[in-house]
């Protein structure tokens, strides 16, 4: 998910939360978002829910990223502001690729801000279902960087 | 020239926050590593790591850094009380800002501080600084703040591809500073700089910082991390020390609206 469509995301569920709709859809280029919440009666004010599909992305693994407490994915988020970088330098490997099994607090990127280098550690063991964020570019505070299953086992 | 110690450091210091455990090592590999190692097996925030030389002394993007023994400041800081979010990405400015005060108090010099911290006389880069951090579950951080200073290297013998871009405090004044009083100083201001931010007195550091960037309100380019260019005015800093652009094109769009540079290097300022 690019940076711009995680924050068109955003600003869908925030027009969703202040209005009487429950469903929305927008169909973008290359990728489409249907965002609709449950109409609860006599239970507080009914919480959002989002689904959102890209040309790339399961929709089932998108829809952990958003709602990571209903899913068996773990949601690697930014820390901070900055830019994303996959590999230690242009010249160098990346940390790790979909479909790795990753170590908890193994390295698997880098966010930069004012160059202070904050290297992101896996909070788990698992395998990494798939990488949010293209190399080299901006990021927001809370972005979804990574899925990770944790219960995936190497084969 | 007088070998690093830190019982003179502390004797030059007056601050608690920081330095209270001082390690001094002929050899390292890089000092940043060091105090990663330190940080892993308990060290307490503060924690100063410094080495007569390094062999595998690095800059970011895994550049090396030329560090001759006995001859310049190799250190780092570890830090594990750290401010909020969006206050971290201050943390290099305010390194620049506390090596270039040091620098101009102790040895008469004068830096300019490129945006976010290169430390350079004229167009020739006299010390460098590489903050790293690890972070688990967005909560738990550990910054290492690591920075070179040349102090005593002579021109003549940096690397042939340094010598037209590097210089050193001996090389500038044909003195040889005491590295130890140098050290003082920076780790006092870095001290009075980072409990600002701890205290969220953003202003007055973003004011000190602002006062001596050399780069505000010159014509800038700046090479994004995606390889791409931009132009313009590099006219303010952002809450989060960002580089905030007033682009060049600014009459082919609808307004006037500031871009904030997270990262990039601003690669021609005239």
Same mark, same amino acid.
């Given at each position: &998910? ?58 089932? #693994? ?51 801000? &004012? ?18 964020? #293209? ?21 | ?32 590593? #060091? ?156 001290? &009075? ?78």
């Amino acid at each position: &998910m690019k940076s711009d469509q995680f924050r068109e995301i955003k600003e869908l569920v925030e027009i969703l939360d202040e209005s009487h709709l429950t469903e929305l859809e927008v169909e973008r280029k290359d990728f489409r978002v249907r965002i609709k919440r449950d109409v609860v009666v006599s239970q507080g004010p009914p919480l959002p829910t989002v689904t959102a599909r890209d040309e790339s992305v399961l929709s089932k #693994e998108t829809a952990a990223s958003a709602a990571p407490e209903s899913s068996q994915f773990v949601t690697v988020t930014s820390p901070i502001v900055g830019t994303f970088y996959g590999s230690p330098s242009p010249e160098t490997d990346s940390y790790v690729e979909e479909g790795d099994f990753v170590k908890k607090g193994q390295v698997i990127c880098i966010v930069e801000a &004012m160059k202070l280098m904050n290297e992101i550690e896996s909070e788990t063991d698992g395998r990494i279902v798939k990488i949010l964020v #293209e190399n080299a570019t901006s990021i927001e505070y809370g972005q979804p960087l990574f899925l990770i299953d944790p219960v995936a086992i190497p084969a | 020239m007088t070998p690093l110690s830190s019982e003179r450091i502390r004797l030059l210091l007056n601050i608690t926050d920081l330095a209270q455990t001082i390690h001094i090592l002929d050899e390292t590999t890089s000092t940043n590593t #060091e105090a990663f190692a330190f940080a892993h097996a308990g060290a307490s925030h503060g924690t100063i790591v410094l080495a007569e030389t390094q062999t595998a002394g690095r800059g970011r993007l895994t550049r090396e850094w030329f560090s001759p023994p006995l001859q310049n400041i190799y250190g780092s800081i570890l830090l594990k009380n750290v401010p909020p979010p969006q206050r971290i990405s201050w943390i290099p400015l305010i390194t620049g800002l506390a090596i270039m005060h040091a620098v101009e108090k102790e040895s008469g010099v004068a830096l300019f501080l490129k945006w976010p911290n290169d430390l350079l006389v004229g167009n020739r880069k006299i010390g460098g600084i590489l903050c790293e951090s690890t972070v688990q579950g967005k909560e738990t951080w550990t910054i290492v703040v690591g920075f070179g200073l040349n102090v005593h290297t002579p021109i003549k013998e940096f690397p042939l591809e340094l010598q037209p871009i590097a210089t050193s405090l001996f090389a500038e004044t044909g003195h040889h500073e005491d590295r130890n009083q140098l050290l003082a100083a920076i780790l006092s201001n870095f001290s &009075m700089y980072y409990r600002k931010l701890q205290r969220s007195d953003l202003s007055t550091v973003k004011d000190l910082y602002v006062s001596r960037c050399s780069t505000l309100g010159h014509h800038v380019q700046i090479r994004l991390a995606n390889g791409k260019m931009l132009e313009g005015i590099a006219s303010d800093i952002g809450a989060d020390g960002a580089l905030q652009l007033l682009p060049a094109n600014t009459h082919t769009m609808n307004c006037h609206e500031l871009i904030d540079i997270q990262s990039g290097e601003v690669i021609s300022v005239r």
